[in-house]
């Protein structure tokens, strides 16, 4: 990774594919590709901004941009989806002016298809897709992270199971799969990665929600775990539209202890 200020840093391969291109006499259609990219990348960037979250760094790989918040709570579902599906908006919108007013340019069917594809996967119901993060905080608000987790990995299944029978199609028949090799390599490293990270901000949203609710009677959900719990594994049942009670039971069914949800998310806290 080579350092080239406080927060922009580049990593070294991505000099290699621009190096491959010039050489191939394709450098045109990689600096189309990844202007589309970066575009979008820092439409996010705006997005963050506007909604109060820093970046804490900005890094560029071969296939474009990768931004890092620094302070990455994020208190509502409409700023949630402001967020992630700014940087696939604007590049419908960029689709719909090279349509509309570039039709006849010499670069028309690359810019078009760029920002159709960067537009179609990131709203993908899949994380780490644009479209599958806003749908994580969607399920998790309401059945929790556990059961989120589980629709999103069905889900994601799903999708990659179209994608690789469609790989196979343009195997077959086309010369012209590199890019959606890259996104099914990208995809299948995360389905096994994304999801087993336990979501710190998704407790600190969910605290920040509950206190500041004026609700003077809340119905109250029941959870019974063993006396050697673990407390991340019982918050994976807590969202946002539920209160929880916890009841500590020993070996033989006797309940030990009680527990609030905020007890629980206390001591997650101070053992991280």
């Known amino acids: 990774m080579i350092k080239i200020s406080k927060h922009l840093y580049i990593h070294f391969s ?40 820093e970046i804490s760094q900005i890094t560029f790989y071969p296939f474009g941009l990768n931004l890092k918040l620094k302070n990455h709570i994020i208190y509502s579902l409409s700023d949630e989806i402001l967020l992630y599906l700014s940087g696939p908006m604007i590049n419908e919108l960029l689709a719909l002016f090279v349509s509309c007013f570039y039709k006849n340019g010499k670069y028309y069917d690359l810019l078009y298809w760029n920002n159709m594809g960067l537009f179609i996967f990131n709203i993908l119901p899949i ?44 195997v077959i028949y086309s010369r012209n799969n590199i890019r959606l090799i890259f996104v099914l390599v990208f995809l299948l490293g995360n389905l096994f990665t994304n999801e087993s990270k336990y979501n710190m901000n998704f407790l600190k949203e969910l605290l920040y929600i509950k206190n ?54 206390d001591e997650i806290f101070k053992n991280s």
């Open 127 to 170: 994380t780490p897709m644009d479209g599958g993060m806003v749908m994580k905080r969607i399920l998790s608000d309401k059945f929790g992270n556990k059961v989120a987790n589980r629709i999103l990995f069905i889900i994601k299944i799903v999708f990659l199971s179209i994608l690789s029978i469609l790989e196979i199609i343009l």
């Open 14 to 53: 991505t000099f290699l594919i621009f190096l491959t291109c010039f050489f191939t006499k394709q450098l045109d259609i990689l600096l189309v590709s990844y202007s589309m990219i970066t575009i979008h990348e820092f439409t996010h960037l705006l997005a963050s901004r506007i909604i109060g979250i």
């Open 212 to 265: 500041k609710s004026k609700k003077d009677i809340i119905k109250v959900n029941l959870l019974e775990v063993k006396e050697n719990f673990i407390p991340q594994k019982v918050a994976e049942y807590f969202s946002i539209e539920k209160n929880y009670i916890i009841y500590i039971k020993n070996s033989v069914g006797k309940i030990v202890g009680i527990k609030t949800e905020e007890e629980i998310i």
